[in-house]
């Protein structure tokens, strides 16, 4: 299992090293000049040159490059401060640490996409489960025909419903809004709950739909029957076997719907008016401050590859053929 780890480990180290190359040579593959973007308008030549020796950008790309690298694990000198590890940069837009305003804004994110996960796998594996224990009934029929319409919703469309109907009509949920765990769990709960069935809302119909043609599956193979044919009960032989066989192949499409799931969680934040890294994201693109944008999208690349090897530990968890191979 170790070695498994280690092997992951360094494939995802690579991954890393080849996202943060990417987004940062991506950086000078767009149009402006970045000292001028972090000048802003009716800037003078002198104030622009001051701003590219300040943040580095008059070296050559490529040292520039092992720079910030270097800033990343050890930390950075600039001319306005210094910038300690992991250092991202400064701030074009409010010249602050681009890696203390993700800290900030990254529990939002964080809170919406777990607890989103928990709500789709519980309620998309539990409808999979009923749907293939009555398979070919009227409560097969029923929950896959409403996994259809989930399948065809929008997250921006059901969210500005559910908030009118259930928040400002109906008034049985509280508003949307981010309260951090430790400093009131119940707050936690109650201000996130719309947001998390929203967001679970597509992901609850694909999941039950994949759990009910995996359980189908798992019941119809050999060693089931034998487990039948041995006099077990049903219940045991559709928990013990049926449904651990049926799992593994669930884990490992959770560890591939992480970046849908990402993307969903910054609709999300713009739904409801959430402030987490999806709205600091697209308020870096529209004023074009690139520091704060690279930075986002190194850190949640990084964030959804340790998350996928978190996945696949526990996928060799449950299939111990995978950390043998």
Same mark, same amino acid.
């Given at each position: 299992?170790?070695?498994?780890?280690?092997?992951?480990?360094?494939?995802?180290?690579?991954?890393?090293?080849?996202?943060?190359?990417? +987004?940062?040579?991506?950086?000078?593959?767009?149009?402006?000049?970045?000292?001028?973007?972090?000048?802003?308008?009716?800037?003078?030549? &002198?104030?622009?040159? *001051?701003?590219?020796?300040?943040?580095?950008? %008059?070296?050559?790309?490529?040292?520039?490059?092992?720079?910030?690298?270097?800033?990343?694990?050890?930390?950075?000198?600039?001319?306005?401060?210094? !910038?300690?590890?992991? !250092?991202?940069?400064? $701030?074009?837009?409010?010249?602050?640490?681009?890696? &203390?305003?993700?800290?900030?804004?990254?529990?939002?994110?964080?809170?919406?996409?777990?607890?989103? +996960?928990?709500?789709?796998?519980?309620?998309?594996?539990?409808?999979?489960?009923?749907?293939?224990?009555?398979?070919?009934?009227?409560? %097969?029929?029923?929950? $896959?025909?409403?996994?259809?319409?989930?399948?065809? @919703?929008?997250?921006?469309?059901?969210?500005?419903?559910?908030?009118?109907?259930?928040? %400002?009509?109906?008034?049985? @949920?509280?508003?949307?809004?981010?309260?951090?765990?430790?400093?009131? =769990?119940?707050?936690?709960?109650?201000?996130?709950?719309? =947001?998390?069935?929203?967001?679970?809302?597509?992901?609850?119909?694909?999941? $039950?739909?994949? +759990?009910?043609?995996?359980?189908?599956?798992?019941?119809?193979? &050999?060693?089931?029957?034998? #487990?039948? #044919?041995?006099?077990?009960?049903?219940?045991?032989?559709?928990?013990?076997? #049926?449904?651990?066989?049926? *799992?593994?192949?669930?884990?490992?499409?959770?560890?591939?719907?992480?970046?849908?799931?990402?993307?969903?969680?910054?609709?999300? &934040?713009? +739904?409801?008016?959430?402030?987490?890294?999806?709205?600091?994201?697209?308020? $870096?693109?529209?004023?074009?401050? *690139?520091?704060?944008?690279?930075?986002?999208?190194?850190?949640? !690349?990084?964030?959804?590859?340790?998350?996928?090897?978190?996945?696949?530990?526990?996928?060799?968890?449950?299939?111990?053929?995978?950390?043998?191979?």
């Amino acid at each position: 299992m170790l070695r498994f780890l280690l092997r992951r480990s360094l494939g995802a180290l690579v991954i890393i090293f080849l996202i943060s190359a990417i +987004t940062f040579f991506l950086f000078f593959a767009l149009p402006s000049e970045p000292a001028l973007l972090a000048c802003g308008k009716n800037c003078s030549p &002198e104030a622009v040159a *001051l701003i590219e020796r300040n943040l580095g950008l %008059d070296e050559p790309v490529p040292l520039q490059f092992w720079h910030y690298l270097a800033g990343i694990v050890a930390g950075r000198d600039f001319a306005v401060g210094r !910038c300690d590890a992991p !250092c991202l940069g400064y $701030s074009f837009n409010d010249s602050q640490p681009v890696w &203390e305003t993700i800290l900030d804004r990254y529990p939002t994110t964080l809170s919406l996409t777990v607890g989103g +996960t928990v709500v789709f796998l519980v309620v998309g594996v539990g409808i999979g489960m009923v749907a293939a224990a009555r398979r070919g009934t009227v409560t %097969d029929k029923l929950f $896959s025909s409403l996994s259809l319409i989930g399948n065809s @919703l929008q997250i921006y469309f059901v969210g500005v419903i559910a908030l009118w109907l259930l928040v %400002d009509t109906w008034g049985v @949920l509280d508003n949307p809004e981010y309260t951090p765990l430790t400093e009131d =769990p119940a707050r936690w709960f109650t201000g996130l709950l719309l =947001p998390w069935l929203i967001l679970s809302i597509i992901f609850v119909a694909n999941y $039950s739909r994949m +759990t009910r043609s995996q359980m189908i599956e798992q019941l119809d193979e &050999e060693h089931v029957r034998t #487990a039948r #044919a041995k006099g077990m009960s049903r219940r045991t032989v559709f928990f013990r076997y #049926a449904w651990r066989g049926a *799992l593994a192949p669930i884990v490992t499409i959770v560890g591939i719907d992480l970046g849908s799931l990402f993307g969903g969680a910054m609709i999300t &934040e713009f +739904t409801f008016g959430l402030h987490g890294l999806g709205r600091l994201a697209v308020n $870096s693109v529209t004023e074009k401050d *690139l520091p704060m944008l690279m930075g986002v999208m190194l850190f949640s !690349c990084t964030a959804i590859v340790v998350a996928n090897i978190i996945v696949d530990a526990l996928y060799a968890y449950i299939d111990p053929r995978v950390r043998l191979a």
